[in-house]
């Protein structure tokens, strides 16, 4: 059996579809099974899996449609009895790489936004479930293909290195850290859609460090990000000189997840970071409320402490829902709900879980 997982959605979502290719390997230890993902990021998360036979890489969106449809074909060439769009991808286009790959079945979840032309697209769903965890919505589908979950327990997998576990040892000795204790923090949010509009303001960034800094200088800060945080980490370090704040310099989602399983807490809104934070057991997890967190993407499988958005309160899926759309709010709405959350609840959350 020839099976292709297919995951575009983002970094997050396909670290939270390892276990479910972790589950098909155990139903199916002989198929081939490749995955299909957008970004490179994701492609590096599952580099070494060994419940995958190949990771392909494109972004579709990036690449001209005569290269993606090339890639498609050659995809298409490898005549997949099963494609699986992996929750949660709503929009019609991840259905219609689908179709053009062309699996005999092709599985994915009922979305709000579904109609005829997604049920022509693919042909065997399950509808998605907003009180389950997007790793559990992922199990739903095993059904559909006379599979079922054979796993003790499910965990999202990264599988690293020698190199990169010894290179995070070293960062850390080279930084004088190794008797430190270390926060981690991502200050950023996915940049597609409207999604930084759940960032907790920069402002209330600055001023929790600036505090932390001054009353809690047993604490090492490490900003983690890519370049779209590089302006945010130049305000914050600029705010917070002299302060034990350093930016964790790292080339890769691997070895940032690797030197994130060396803090001792890691602070987020819900991010693909928030994801890896709980996929390495980063032993004391802060997740700051958004309006995005609801029961499908909480962290799995470690426990955190929530830092309650007052302006929030409970109305998740009023705010943002599967279904192709933005975060629905004006902008100045949405960040006056971000601005709810206060400094002294984010303090208070951080300096209890590292008394």
């Known amino acids: 059996m020839n099976i292709l997982v297919i995951s575009l959605a983002g970094n997050g979502d396909t670290l939270l579809a390892t276990p479910f290719i972790h589950e098909l390997r155990a139903n199916f230890p002989d198929a081939t099974i490749d995955a299909l993902v957008r970004w490179p990021g994701a492609a590096g998360l599952l580099a070494g899996n060994p419940h995958l036979n190949n990771v392909y890489q494109k972004d579709f969106l990036k690449a001209g449609k005569l290269e993606s449809l090339k890639f498609l074909m050659g995809l298409r060439a490898r005549n997949y009895d099963v494609s699986i769009n992996t929750h949660p991808q709503s929009r019609t286009l991840y259905r219609v790489i689908a179709r053009a790959i062309g699996a005999r079945k092709r599985l994915s979840h009922v979305y709000e936004c579904s109609g005829w032309f997604d049920r022509w697209l693919v042909n065997s769903a399950v509808a998605q479930d907003y009180q389950k965890h997007t790793i559990d919505n992922n199990q739903d589908l095993l059904p559909l293909i006379g599979a079922r979950p054979l796993l003790a327990s499910h965990e999202m997998e990264i ?31 996915g940049e597609t859609k409207n999604l930084p509009l759940k960032r907790w303001p920069l402002p209330n960034y600055v001023e929790l460090f600036k505090r932390l800094n001054r009353e809690r200088p047993d604490l090492s800060i490490l900003l983690f990000g890519g370049p779209q945080e590089a302006a945010a980490h130049d305000t914050i370090l600029a705010a917070a000189a002299g ?94 709900v971000m601005s709810s959350v206060t400094v002294d609840a984010v303090y208070k959350a951080v300096t209890e879980a590292l008394p």
């Open 159 to 189: 599988y690293f290195t020698r190199e990169e576990t010894d290179w995070a040892e070293s960062f850390l000795t080279v930084r004088a850290l190794t008797g430190r204790r270390r926060l981690g923090v991502h200050v950023g949010s």
């Open 243 to 336: 302060g034990p704040t350093l930016i964790a310099e790292t080339s890769s989602f691997r070895q940032t997840a690797a030197l994130m399983k060396r803090c001792d807490a890691f602070l987020s809104v819900d991010t693909v970071l928030m994801h890896v934070a709980a996929a390495v057991k980063v032993p004391r997890q802060i997740v700051i409320e958004a309006f995005t967190l609801n029961p499908t993407n909480a962290p799995y499988g470690n426990p955190y402490k929530l830092v309650p958005n007052p302006a929030v309160a409970g109305r998740h899926l009023e705010f943002y829902r599967y279904d192709g759309r933005d975060i629905q709010g004006t902008d100045e709405e949405l960040i006056r």
